[in-house]
């Protein structure tokens, strides 16, 4: 009888009767998407200015996230990329060597000597 089966009963009776509850009496804002603040309309959350963090208006943030682009596209060279990456492929280094440990401490030392 049903009472065997009480946990089967559960989820093919109960389960989609709480989904179906759950879904009644959520509003809409329930569903609109979490990453944006409280009260804001969906509409407004998806405008052209929806990524400017608080505090800053479209053009400041623009502004800014300009300047620290081009701050940061200078600091990558070729060059340098070629010799580290040479130096970390030098040489075989599968975990738990002597060889991984060579690699670990030369990316330690490198971290070290930027200051991170």
């Given at each position: 009888m049903m009472i065997q089966s009480s946990g089967r009963v559960w989820r093919v009776r109960v389960s989609p009767l709480v989904l179906a509850l759950t879904l009644l009496f959520a509003g809409p804002e329930d569903f609109e998407g979490r990453g944006r603040p409280h009260g804001i309309p969906l509409a407004k959350a998806l405008s052209e200015d929806a990524g400017v963090p608080l505090g800053f208006s479209p053009q400041t943030w623009f502004e800014v996230e300009q300047r620290l682009e081009q701050r940061y596209l200078k600091i990558p060279s070729p060059a340098r990329c070629r010799r580290f990456l040479r130096r970390l492929t030098a040489e075989p280094h599968v975990a738990g060597t002597p060889g991984d440990r060579?690699?670990?401490?030369?990316?330690?030392d490198e971290f070290k000597r930027d200051g991170l």
């Open positions: 060579r690699v670990t401490q030369f990316i330690y």
